[in-house]
């Protein structure tokens, strides 16, 4: 328990960005999802991390590359291809740990557009604030990846 705490700390006091700017944007949106349905936060997480990694890899392709090439020991030299095959490793990793990679995959189900839009835009405090690193995204952006989750 002590070790998991310590990552916890380690996660939230900046160290795991070594310099670089992190995006908790998944955060945001998990947040939401648990709210709404009762979600545990790590299956909200897992539900829509794909989907948000798609929306942004194109951002900062050679990052996402990193990754995989560090994370899953991928050799493809294309970055984009690398970070598109890093995305679906990462989504394969939590379906053999029975994460959700959808909102399909969750109790709470595909749900409707009008749910989509009211989570982002409890998520971005009506449109009135910008969230996100990779790129500042405010309600229509995060309606995108909602819906980009949004399915069996």
């Known amino acids: 328990m002590s070790e998991i705490m310590w990552c916890r700390s380690i996660s939230h006091n900046g160290i795991t960005g070594l310099g670089r700017p992190k995006d908790f944007l998944c955060h945001k949106l998990g947040h939401q999802l648990g709210a709404k349905f009762d979600e545990a936060h790590g299956a909200t997480l897992s539900a829509v991390w794909g989907s948000w990694a798609r929306y942004v890899y194109h951002l900062d392709e050679a990052r996402f590359a990193n990754y ?85």
């Open 68 to 152: 995989g090439r560090k994370v899953w020991n991928m050799d493809e030299e294309n970055d984009e291809k690398t970070a598109v095959a890093a995305i679906e490793k990462t989504e394969e990793f939590f379906r053999s740990l029975h994460m959700p990679t959808c909102l399909g995959d969750m109790k709470m189900g595909v749900q409707p557009d009008e749910v989509l839009k009211e989570m982002a835009g409890k998520a971005t405090a009506g449109d009135t604030m910008k969230v996100g690193a990779f790129q500042k995204m405010g309600e229509k952006e995060l309606y995108e990846i909602y819906k980009k989750a949004n399915h069996r």
